[in-house]
């Protein structure tokens, strides 16, 4: 597959926003990367998980505290990918490569595999967000429909409905499903994926075999299989939940473009930079609870322009990329609350799913 190109810059947007990001950090003289805070924080959720499933697996406690135990440990979960793993795999968790290294390869302990992570998210999705076809991160097969040039089938009709419920199942697939679909078809959607090394199979199948002993051999043994069927549903399916929903947000909400290379050109008729401007939306950035625990995600705009910055810096340079937008003219998608964007995202979903 021959992905798009994007048009040369023409304007200042780019250049402007990536000086005036640069010079605030040198004004400040703070590197860009995360600080002790994003290291307590993440110290603090991985201490945790490691808790609760040492007390959930080996300890065995009453199903008053096992569910509640349970639903924190899916929270943790989805924490750990969005202030962990997530910076880390973009390489801004900290200065230092190993410990990047480190914070990334945390998926692996989740269940997902970094190395299909690092493919699908750093370099398709950040590169094309948005685009039919390429961004496989809008493409979740036969029974939802995120864009206008994807089929659309009667049972559509009625997705509005039915996708909070396929959204709770997305870390079940991922682990079981998508990770091992990519693996074996050298494909990431429609985009073939480069040779991974020696080195990259066997980190591949020694996380998958790990993490197959640890959450599924061992609890199963120690605990039964009702039992662990029974907690292994509720971590799963709240954080598949969690995770789906604080990603859909950002990218599949009104407002938000969807644009299609050029039949002529086969270029995308806009510069990068703008590009994820208009293909983002922010949401709750004022929440700072919200931007605590999802590391920063309701900063998609500053995120997708500056991945390499770390997401405990997004708070103070959304305002230089709002203000660069206004001086620009480009649109600066944005919902103040949390619930505003939730049900963007459903009436975005009702009115791809409605006949036309």
């Not at 597959?1 to 402007?16: I, R």
């Not at 924080?41 to 569910?67: D, E, R």
């Not at 997705?159 to 499903?177: D, K, N, R, T």
């Not at 206004?326 to 944005?334: L, M, N, V």
Request: proline share 3%; hydrophobic share 45%; with cysteine.
């Amino acid at each position: 597959m021959v992905t798009p190109k994007f048009l040369q810059a023409k304007g200042t947007f780019h250049a402007d926003i990536k000086a005036r990001v640069n010079q605030y950090f040198l004004d400040r003289k703070k590197a860009s990367t995360g600080n002790i805070w994003l290291l307590s924080k993440a110290i603090f959720f991985c201490a945790s998980y490691v808790f609760l499933y040492i007390h959930l697996v080996f300890f065995t406690p009453a199903l008053w505290l096992a569910i509640p135990e349970c639903l924190l440990m899916a929270v943790f979960t989805s924490a750990i990918g969005f202030n962990v793993m997530h910076d880390g795999n973009h390489g801004s968790f900290s200065k230092y490569k190993v410990v990047n290294k480190i914070a990334g390869f945390s998926l692996n302990f989740l269940g997902a595999s970094a190395i299909m992570w690092h493919i699908k998210h750093n370099i398709i999705h950040h590169t094309y967000t948005n685009i039919e076809g390429v961004d496989d991160d809008i493409e979740a097969g036969p029974f939802l429909r995120f864009t206008e040039g994807k089929k659309k089938l009667k049972i559509h009709k009625f997705q509005h409905i039915y996708f909070w419920f396929l959204y709770s199942l997305l870390h079940i697939l991922w682990i079981f499903v998508t990770d091992f679909k990519k693996y074996f078809s050298k494909k990431i959607g429609n985009v073939p994926i480069r040779k991974m090394t020696i080195q990259e199979h066997i980190a591949f199948w020694t996380a998958k075999t790990l993490y197959l002993f640890m959450v599924v051999a061992l609890p199963i043994y120690l605990l039964g299989f009702v039992t662990w069927l029974t907690g292994f549903l509720i971590i799963s399916m709240v954080t598949g939940f969690l995770i789906s929903i604080v990603f859909q947000l950002a990218h599949t909400v009104e407002h938000t473009e969807f644009p299609l290379p050029s039949e002529v050109t086969g270029k995308i008729e806009n510069e990068w930079a703008i590009h994820q401007v208009a293909t983002t939306a922010n949401f709750a950035t004022d929440n700072k609870l919200i931007s605590w625990l999802v590391g920063g995600l309701n900063f998609q705009i500053e995120h997708h322009l500056f991945p390499k910055i770390s997401h405990v810096h997004y708070p103070a340079i959304s305002k230089i990329i709002k203000q660069a937008c206004i001086e620009h003219g480009i649109k600066y998608h944005e919902f103040s609350k949390m619930r505003q964007a939730i049900v963007s995202h459903y009436l975005y979903m009702r009115r791809l799913g409605q006949p036309a």
